[in-house]
């Protein structure tokens, strides 16, 4: 039996979560001893698949339909793929676009489907484990076949690059039950919150809407993306794709700028991968010290403009 992956690409670009799902994927098959095999559905899929060819992935499936992502293809394409692979767990990422699909495969397949799951085991059994405000519990699966999609941040990119065959699978689409078609696409953030190397993030710390400006300078400035935590979105200071936590995304930036951020434990569910986290914050007990590499109490009016008259200059 075989263990898949699913790639996940817009706008012409493969995203980063396509590789770390290889990462999971990699690392479940060792304990089944499984191959593992990467799908990459619609889009200009022969274009992404050497890319996804990476070491330890056997093969590369390549579905040719649809020029974009489209919820109805991909859930015919994949289903049809697990069973002319005989593919025992689909692992997904747990994005919008992995949680559009996800559970229908599942419901077309009659397996049971877990979402937002941040570790894989399978040395006695499929056991997948979540969390939630700090606390991580693990379920066994009932049955050795489930689709599962991964909290993104939680596995790094594989790297490596390999020798994968690269398959094109011809899915029989059943054009009548497409109801769904991309017409096209608008990017809500000036960067895909996921994606980012460094992440500036505001918090109830700022004060006011009108202090945003500061902060959007300072990302324009190091050319990144402005987040937020719970309040600047419940406040309608900032749309809810910015938000990060638990109620928001997940990221995983090497660089990660908290701006009057003080820390909610539904916050740091997060930001906590961060390779670097940075607090501004003048409350001296804001849980977000606790997390911080590097911490400046003060108020965020009197850090942040000099850094962006120093990259200004």
Do not use: C
């Not at 006011?208 to 987040?227: P, Q, R, S, Y």
């Amino acid at each position: 039996m075989t263990v898949l992956t699913v790639a996940e690409h817009r706008g012409g670009r493969l995203r980063e979560v396509s590789r770390a799902t290889q990462t999971a994927g990699l690392e479940l098959a060792e304990a089944t001893d499984d191959p593992v095999h990467t799908a990459v559905v619609g889009g200009d899929a022969e274009r992404f698949a050497p890319r996804l060819a990476r070491d330890g992935v056997d093969v590369v499936h390549t579905v040719a339909e649809g020029e974009e992502f489209t919820y109805d293809i991909a859930t015919q394409a994949l289903t049809q793929l697990v069973a002319d692979i005989d593919a025992r767990v689909v692992l997904a990422p747990g994005s919008a676009t992995g949680l559009a699909y996800a559970p229908a495969v599942a419901a077309r397949l009659g397996w049971p489907v877990v979402t937002d799951a941040v570790g894989l085991d399978a040395a006695d059994g499929l056991t997948v484990a979540r969390e939630a405000d700090g606390t991580v519990t693990t379920f066994a699966v009932d049955g050795d076949r489930a689709v599962v999609t991964l909290r993104p941040g939680e596995w790094p990119s594989a790297e490596a690059t390999g020798d994968a065959e690269i398959w094109s699978f011809a899915a029989d689409i059943d054009d009548v039950a497409v109801r769904s078609t991309v017409t096209g696409s608008e990017t809500l953030g000036d960067r895909e919150l996921t994606e980012a190397d460094v992440v500036v993030a505001v918090g109830r710390g700022i004060g006011a809407e009108a202090n945003l400006e500061v902060v959007f300078d300072l990302a324009e400035a190091i050319d990144e993306t402005v987040a937020a935590a719970s309040p600047p979105v419940k406040r309608g200071w900032l749309p809810p794709e910015r938000q990060v936590g638990q109620s928001g995304v997940t990221v995983a930036p090497d660089v990660y700028l908290a701006i009057g951020v003080s820390g909610a434990a539904q916050h740091l569910v997060g930001m906590r991968e961060s390779d670097t986290v940075v607090a501004i914050n003048r409350d001296p007990t804001a849980p977000i010290f606790d997390v911080a590499d590097y911490g400046i109490v003060a108020d965020f009016a009197d850090v942040v403009p000099a850094p962006v008259a120093a990259f200004d200059s």
